[in-house]
């Protein structure tokens, strides 16, 4: 089957949605910290009653630790609130479009209340492209558009 006719007929809760990591807003950031590690995820989404309040990935922990912060607030204080989201009906073609433009590596996926139902990764982009057009991707060269710095041939 086409690359392109796949990547705009198949929904990202078709292909490649996971169960996304949620908290209360309450939660502390060292707690959360234990929660990623034992999830063994870099990012949660947070909630407030269900409903999606803000996001918090390893580059807000990064953030955090280099300015040497105090780990013992609620992550509701330094969480990502401005969230960027798909819909579950949402096409996978749109899903790498809006992850590309934004410099996304995950993007929560809501429905039509705000409420998180999965979570779209670029790791699961990748293995989709993968397991879907192994020849696409395994066909492409290590370097696009290398060019050749010695001369070749007689």
């Known amino acids: 089957m086409d690359i ?13 949605m996971v169960e996304p990591c949620c ?6 950031v060292r707690e ?15 909630c407030s009653d269900g409903v999606l309040a803000g996001v918090f990935t390893e580059r807000d922990a990064l953030r955090l630790m280099a300015a040497n912060a ?6 509701s204080t330094v969480m990502t609130t401005e969230i960027s989201t798909l819909s579950p009906d949402a096409k996978v073609g749109q899903a ?31 293995h989709y492209l993968v397991q879907h057009f192994p020849k696409a991707v395994y066909n492409q060269p290590p370097v696009a558009r290398a060019a050749t710095q010695e001369r070749e041939g007689a």
Do not use: C, W
């Open 32 to 46: 959360l910290f234990g929660l990623l590690k034992e999830h063994k995820t870099g990012s949660a989404i947070i």
């Open 70 to 75: 105090n780990l013992d607030v609620p992550i």
């Open 96 to 126: 790498i479009s809006k992850m590309s433009g934004g410099g996304y590596r995950r993007l929560p996926i809501v429905d039509a209340a705000r409420r998180p139902v999965g979570l779209v990764r670029v790791s699961g982009i990748v």
């Open 23 to 28: 908290v209360e807003p309450h939660v502390t």
């Open 4 to 16: 392109e006719l796949n990547l705009n007929t198949e929904t990202v809760a078709q292909a490649v």
